[in-house]
């Protein structure tokens, strides 16, 4: 698998080298110069084979000859060994429930399987890998589990000050061993910036072998593509073929990765990009201009990014040809008084608890379908975390109706510790350089 840079399309990079470098030195971002087709009768089929036989068929056309068949296999089958079900609300609605990794968010997909393959390539005596992330919410707390107490590695994750929920925060600052946390007072979009920066800063680089675990990292995007696929095969299974995704955006590497997938071959329908109010790429699709903003603090926090960095990645998939996306793409976005709204919606019909970024996915599908009356597709909305990371968000009566998982009462135990910076980048490389 070779890969070039978005902004440098003769580039030529291994799958090894763009995993542990995460981005080129002139600061785009990996993508395969070849994306190949899954065969028709894999996809004809697809409903004969379990989430990690169609993870392993899909890394397995991406990666080729990068990780021999059986250590591919293995590192699979722990990385993905949990299950992503469809669960059925009526005979066209369907919610894809992500939550039920070890983080209780979808980000356990990619960060899992990122930090095993790192583990997989990292040879014994070689560099410490300094592993930065930034995270809005949920990214960060899969990172630290996922790699947690993984030999040779050291993952720094910057969040920032108070626009994580208090589990959130509770994943983030209470792991320990080789796992640190900085709070930041700024935005994720600040954060996002301090990584970007310390990426294309020589002395660092010079120091340090960094990586990052963002989804800028292709070895994130790739195990993301496994449930768009295992999806299809849920719903084929009850004879439903036409298919659309509703998914919530922030950063748009969930979307990123679904849209990948169907480069690949998977027979979507549509895609609705989710947003709450930061939002750059519902204004871009109306208008046609790209134009970032400082984001904005909602419910739904862990899509509050006013810069999304995947978008490069999305707009190189469709060839910067706008016409040809919008075909595929429909974008919406929702306040925080419809997200509540939402979120009401959904129990008052399904009975269902969902997540604000799960109940802004849920109201583009009803959105689109207003607008598009005789299309019949079976709806899909990504449900991407789990409801008790929101405890303060939900009215009394639904949050009664949330269950807390084990792992979340052991972390009320355990101590916190998180170093605490300003967004100037001179303060963040003064940190990294003191280890």
Same mark, same amino acid.
């Given at each position: 698998?070779?890969?070039?840079?978005?902004?440098?399309?003769?580039?030529? !990079?291994? #799958? +090894?080298?763009?995993?542990? @470098?995460?981005?080129?030195?002139?600061?785009?971002?990996?993508? /395969?110069?070849?994306?190949?087709?899954?065969?028709?009768?894999?996809?004809?089929?697809?409903?004969?084979?379990?989430?990690?036989?169609?993870?392993?068929?899909?890394?397995?056309? #991406?990666?080729?000859?990068?990780?021999?068949?059986?250590?591919?296999?293995?590192?699979?089958?722990?990385?993905?060994?949990?299950?992503?079900?469809?669960?059925?609300?009526?005979?066209?609605?369907?919610?894809?429930?992500?939550?039920?990794? /070890?983080?209780?968010?979808?980000?356990?997909?990619?960060?899992?399987?990122?930090?095993? !393959?790192?583990?997989?390539?990292?040879?014994a005596?070689?560099?410490?890998?300094?592993?930065?992330?930034?995270?809005?919410?949920?990214? *960060?707390?899969?990172?630290?589990?996922?790699?947690?107490? !993984?030999?040779?590695?050291?993952?720094?994750?910057?969040?920032?000050?108070?626009?994580?929920?208090?589990?959130?925060?509770?994943?983030?600052?209470? @792991?320990?061993q080789?796992?640190?946390?900085i709070?930041?007072?700024?935005?994720?979009?600040?954060?996002?910036?301090?990584?970007?920066?310390?990426?294309?800063d020589?002395?660092?680089?010079a120091?340090?072998?960094?990586?990052?675990? @963002?989804?800028?990292?292709?070895?994130?995007?790739?195990?993301?593509?496994?449930?768009?696929?295992?999806?299809?095969?849920?719903?084929?299974?009850?004879?439903?073929?036409?298919?659309?995704?509703?998914?919530?955006?922030?950063? #748009?590497?969930?979307? *990123?990765?679904?849209?990948?997938?169907?480069?690949?071959?998977?027979?979507?329908?549509?895609?609705?990009?989710?947003?709450?109010?930061?939002?750059?790429? /519902?204004?871009?699709?109306?208008?046609?201009?790209?134009?970032?903003?400082?984001?904005?603090?909602?419910?739904?926090?862990?899509?509050?990014?006013?810069?999304?960095? @995947?978008?490069?990645?999305?707009?190189?998939?469709?060839?910067?040809?706008v016409?040809?996306?919008?075909?595929?793409?429909?974008?919406?976005?929702?306040?925080?008084?419809?997200?509540?709204?939402?979120?009401?919606?959904?129990?008052?019909?399904f009975?269902?608890?969902?997540?604000?970024?799960?109940?802004?996915?849920?109201?583009?599908?009803? +959105?689109?379908?207003?607008?598009?009356?005789?299309?019949?597709?079976?709806a899909?909305?990504?449900?991407?975390?789990?409801?008790?990371?929101?405890?303060?968000? #939900?009215?009394?009566?639904?949050?009664?109706?949330i269950?807390?998982?084990?792992?979340?009462?052991?972390?009320?135990?355990?101590?916190?510790?998180a170093?605490?910076?300003?967004?100037?980048?001179?303060?963040?490389?003064?940190?990294?350089?003191?280890?």
């Amino acid at each position: 698998m070779k890969l070039y840079s978005t902004n440098n399309k003769d580039l030529r !990079v291994s #799958f +090894k080298d763009a995993v542990f @470098n995460s981005m080129p030195q002139d600061e785009g971002l990996y993508m /395969p110069v070849e994306i190949p087709q899954l065969d028709a009768d894999f996809i004809k089929n697809i409903e004969q084979f379990s989430l990690p036989e169609i993870a392993y068929k899909v890394a397995s056309t #991406f990666l080729k000859d990068e990780i021999p068949a059986d250590d591919l296999k293995a590192l699979i089958d722990d990385a993905i060994n949990f299950d992503a079900p469809a669960v059925k609300l009526d005979d066209k609605t369907f919610v894809l429930e992500l939550f039920h990794g /070890p983080s209780l968010a979808f980000k356990d997909f990619g960060a899992r399987f990122m930090s095993r !393959v790192m583990a997989y390539f990292l040879k014994a005596g070689e560099q410490l890998l300094d592993v930065l992330v930034a995270t809005s919410g949920d990214t *960060g707390g899969a990172v630290a589990l996922g790699f947690l107490g !993984v030999p040779n590695t050291r993952v720094t994750i910057l969040y920032p000050e108070g626009k994580v929920s208090p589990i959130q925060e509770l994943q983030l600052t209470t @792991n320990g061993q080789n796992i640190r946390a900085i709070e930041v007072k700024g935005t994720f979009d600040d954060c996002q910036a301090l990584v970007k920066q310390a990426f294309a800063d020589d002395e660092l680089n010079a120091k340090f072998r960094l990586t990052s675990a @963002n989804s800028i990292n292709i070895s994130r995007l790739i195990p993301q593509t496994f449930y768009y696929f295992n999806t299809y095969a849920q719903l084929k299974k009850q004879g439903l073929n036409d298919v659309i995704f509703s998914v919530p955006s922030g950063n #748009f590497g969930n979307i *990123g990765a679904g849209l990948l997938a169907y480069k690949l071959g998977l027979p979507v329908k549509q895609f609705i990009a989710a947003t709450n109010v930061n939002d750059t790429v /519902p204004r871009f699709l109306e208008t046609g201009v790209y134009e970032t903003k400082p984001s904005t603090q909602t419910y739904s926090n862990a899509m509050d990014v006013g810069a999304p960095s @995947n978008w490069v990645r999305i707009m190189d998939l469709f060839k910067n040809d706008v016409d040809e996306l919008k075909k595929v793409v429909t974008s919406y976005r929702f306040n925080d008084d419809e997200t509540l709204a939402g979120i009401k919606e959904i129990d008052a019909k399904f009975d269902y608890v969902a997540c604000p970024h799960t109940a802004i996915a849920y109201l583009a599908i009803e +959105k689109f379908r207003k607008e598009n009356p005789a299309d019949e597709s079976a709806a899909v909305f990504l449900s991407t975390a789990h409801a008790c990371k929101f405890p303060d968000i #939900f009215p009394t009566d639904i949050a009664a109706k949330i269950e807390i998982p084990e792992q979340v009462k052991a972390l009320e135990t355990k101590p916190q510790h998180a170093d605490k910076l300003n967004t100037d980048f001179e303060g963040f490389k003064e940190y990294l350089l003191k280890g």
